[in-house]
């Protein structure tokens, strides 16, 4: 699996050199640089803000101090975009992040299930959002089609997931204590009884609704971010082109989760929509760019702080 996630990142790494290659290396750093560093401290604010109701969708799910999901949620964000050879080592982090703060094993690991459940099943109505309005805004677009026929295996895939984890069943709960086990190791997660976890998150339909809604606000909210980042960069599009390229650019990210941080996939899905938008590579590609940086700008310090964290526990004795 790891020699797979290096061949990923290896032809991602050479598809944004090509990409690169392709267009004016000179118009791509202006276009980042007119940003400016005010700019930038504000879309790292706009989105650190993003994830504390990310944080706070999470804790919608558990009768819980609403604090430790924060942290985690910015823990699991960090270590997903940052660390380029951990698929899954967000969710472990932000999980492991609960467990230390207080929170059950349990608990932590069925919240986290439950809260990537419903963040994936808001991106799939965002989705359904940018599609109909790439739709209005672009008749006959040959994207529609394959875009219509990918979110309707996602919808299929996260059906399956949520019946999964409310039917229960030997095997299912065999399976769960696996993940559990993955996620939290045999020490931290032993008999934490996921299964049953689960189905008592799934009991409280308020709850989840809460969640799913947070997730939905926050999708449309990241689009809004792309918009005003475009904006920033003097590469204007309008409102609902934006939303559609953001929330394309995130079904593609989620359908090519094996890719590390989706390398090469973003960049080149920025050209592409951008291009239906009258939007030039370079300002495709300078959006990617500001993406990233915006990613390791947060998500950096944050992994320091968790060093520091777990050093100084394993120092007690």
Known sequence: MKRLAVLLLAAGVALVVVLIAGAEGGDI???FASLGLAGFFGVLLLHGG???LMGLSWSALADRPRVPYLAARLLRDS???VLPLSQIGGFVLG??????????ASVAAATTVVDVTAELAAQLAYTVLGVSLLAWLRPGSALTTPA???LGAMAVLAALFTAAQRGGGVWIDRALERVARAMLGPRESGG??????LRQVHAHPGRLAAAFGLHLLCWVLVGCETWIILRLIAAPVGLAAALVIDSLISGLRSMAFMVPQALGVQ???YIMLGTLFGLAPEAALAL?????????AIGIPALLAWQVVEARRSARP
Do not use: F, T
């Open 29 to 31: 750093l202006r276009a």
């Open 50 to 52: 993003m994830i504390a």
């Open 79 to 81: 270590a997903a975009e």
């Open 95 to 104: 999980a492991r992040a609960l467990v230390l703060s207080g929170i059950s």
């Open 148 to 150: 219509l026929a990918a």
């Open 192 to 197: 934490a009884g996921l299964g049953a976890a």
């Open 267 to 269: 960049e080149g899905g």
């Open 288 to 296: 990617s760019l500001v993406r990233r940086a915006r990613d390791v």
